[in-house]
């Protein structure tokens, strides 16, 4: 048995996909990736789907609104906050039908709160970024709000053992200072990494595996090891041999890795042992026993698959599901 929340030689997906039927995209998460399935996430809905909104309608007494510049903190909840709990409710709801008698790990997805605070603008126009006392109340809000979030995932699926995936692919730009201004002619200052830790570890909810996923180039290895983050999730085509040693010591930590291995759009499968050969060439380069890859490592594909077609998206998420098992049953010769 793993000592994770998962079993060996799992796959999962990272959170978006295309269409709208969330009804449908659920019973395609539950087929195809069984042993870690997830909460999916439809942005083709419109205002309050997408990761932002969706993120913003858990914040308690912290309302947002939508300006023609993206989201913006108001006075009070209006239509578009109205919109995006609408959306989560039916989410919810269709995951309490489909999830029926399931017991296992089920991962949720939020905005991470460095993301949010260099998205979401403040009254008066800056991005919340640019406010270190917002900052601070826009994480204390999301810690909260995450934390009923999850109350409300477990009574839907009282077999589930939830895990929280926060999306921070703004975290690189905010630690070295190219988040730009509302304006677009600045740039907002960089945040100490000390900070930034600080602020990931206050939204994790207390005994929840929380993993942060990073797409972007340059993940903040040493960042999120502070954090005390659970696992990693990361795109495998991003990473370079120089950020290895660093990768090494999350391992060694006990890390897990969500490893991206096939497009996250459109495109030719490789077979699995294609798909899985940046897993397996990663660990033999670490030098760890390869009994543990299938335990620590989750394959995944390298991002969202809101911009791929629906049955594309199925067949990344079989594949990595199929890819996993290699590593398993033969990592040192796939």
């Excluded at 921070?168 to 945040?191: C, K, Q």
Aim: with cysteine; net charge negative.
């Amino acid at each position: 048995m793993s000592e994770f929340p998962w079993s060996t030689a799992s796959a999962t997906g990272v959170g978006s996909h295309p269409g709208t039927d969330h009804m449908e995209t659920l019973r395609v998460v539950f087929g195809e990736v069984p042993a870690l399935p997830y909460l999916p996430e439809l942005p083709e809905r419109g205002v309050g789907a997408d990761m932002v909104g969706r993120t913003a309608s858990l914040l308690v007494e912290l309302p947002v609104e939508v300006q023609p510049s993206g989201w913006r903190f108001t006075d009070r909840p209006g239509r578009d906050v109205r919109r995006a709990r609408e959306h989560l409710a039916r989410d919810l709801d269709a995951l309490e039908e489909v999830a029926q008698g399931y017991e296992g790990p089920l991962k949720i997805q939020v905005c991470g709160p460095w993301t949010l605070a260099g998205t979401i603008e403040l009254r008066y126009g800056d991005r919340t970024l640019a406010d270190p006392g917002a900052v601070r109340d826009l994480t204390d809000s999301l810690a909260e709000g995450l934390a009923v979030h999850v109350a409300a995932v477990r009574a839907r699926v009282p077999g589930a053992q939830v895990l929280v995936q926060l999306d921070e692919p703004g975290l690189p730009g905010v630690l070295t200072g190219t988040v730009p201004t509302a304006s677009g002619f600045g740039r907002l200052a960089a945040v100490e990494a000390t900070v930034s830790a600080e602020r990931l570890r206050a939204v994790q909810p207390p005994g929840v595996f929380t993993l942060v996923h990073c797409c972007a180039p340059g993940v903040p290895f040493g960042v999120l090891r502070e954090a005390g983050v659970g696992g990693i999730a990361l795109d495998a085509g991003l990473l370079r041999r120089r950020d290895e040693d660093a990768i090494g010591e999350a391992i060694e930590r006990g890390t897990a890795l969500f490893l991206g291995v096939v497009p996250g759009t459109d495109a030719r499968l490789d077979d699995i042992g294609v798909v899985a050969r940046p897993a397996v060439d990663l660990w033999n380069r670490l030098s760890f026993a390869p009994s543990r890859l299938a335990e620590q490592v989750v394959l995944t594909p390298s991002c969202g698959l809101a911009g791929a077609s629906p049955a594309y998206a199925r067949n990344a998420l079989a594949k990595c599901r199929e890819a996993a098992r290699v590593l398993r049953e033969d990592p040192g010769e796939e």
